[in-house]
């Protein structure tokens, strides 16, 4: 099978994560499914939710060929991208891609070992609202181009809304908002 790991803090995971794995499988008709993978930890992010939390809400948002992975969570200890490559590729029955929005670009450099992962796996980068889809993209890093529409969503807008009250209706699944409710997530 070819996977698209789509390795993220998902904090929480959004309509917008769920529209670029659909969107992946769309555009690339060789990819098989799209496994999203909440971080345990990020290097240089804080993370709000616990691990379990968000792996959680991203079950909720599967579909046949959108899967949620806790590849990192069970590893568990410091998540770098580079190891949880090393990880993936000793399954050879498998092809994996990496998920990245361009945005992320500009940070490369500043992922542990990025040359060595320029080297041990291709990169799928999606749109995002802001930033030129022109760039020239480095070697064995495609843009997923299509019907899809770049989006500015991100997790930590709808966190502040929630902490000022406010509807998160439409920007998270109804299954996903039901979850954050229940658990009192970011209040």
Not at 55 to 77: F, Q
Request: aromatic share 10%.
């Amino acid at each position: 099978m070819q996977i698209a790991v789509f390795g993220g803090r998902f904090d929480p995971p959004h309509v917008g994560h769920l529209a670029v794995a659909r969107e992946i499988l769309k555009v690339r008709q060789d990819i098989d499914e799209v496994w999203l993978m909440p971080a345990n930890t990020h290097p240089w992010r804080p993370i709000k939710a616990s691990s379990i939390d968000r792996y959680n809400m991203l079950k909720l948002m599967e579909e046949p060929k959108i899967k949620a992975s806790n590849l990192d969570i069970a590893r568990g200890g410091e998540t770098y991208t580079i190891d949880t490559v090393h990880e993936l590729l000793k399954d050879r029955a498998n092809r994996y891609f990496w998920v990245c929005g361009i945005d992320q670009l500009k940070d490369f450099h500043r992922w542990r070992e990025y040359e060595e992962l320029k080297r041990l796996i291709d990169f799928l980068v999606f749109p995002r609202k802001g930033y030129d889809e022109k760039t020239n993209l480095p070697n064995k890093f495609t843009l997923i181009k299509g019907d899809f529409e770049a989006s500015d969503l991100s997790s930590s807008h709808i966190r502040d809304l929630i902490q000022q009250g406010k509807s998160i209706a439409g920007l998270v699944t109804p299954k996903v908002e039901q979850y954050i409710k229940e658990k009192h997530l970011y209040e």
